[in-house]
């Protein structure tokens, strides 16, 4: 699963920052992965 997709479940109030310190990408590419998914 994609890891992106996996930290939301488990905690959907994590901000694109967040996911993207957790994940090592930019917060604008978290932003814009999340999008894709909506």
Known sequence: MD???KL???D???TP????GRLNL????VE???KEHE
């Open 32 to 34: 814009a992965k999340i």
């Open 26 to 29: 930019p917060e604008a590419e």
């Open 8 to 10: 939301l479940r488990e």
């Open 17 to 20: 920052a967040q996911i993207g």
């Open 3 to 5: 890891e992106l997709l």
């Open 12 to 14: 959907a109030t994590l």
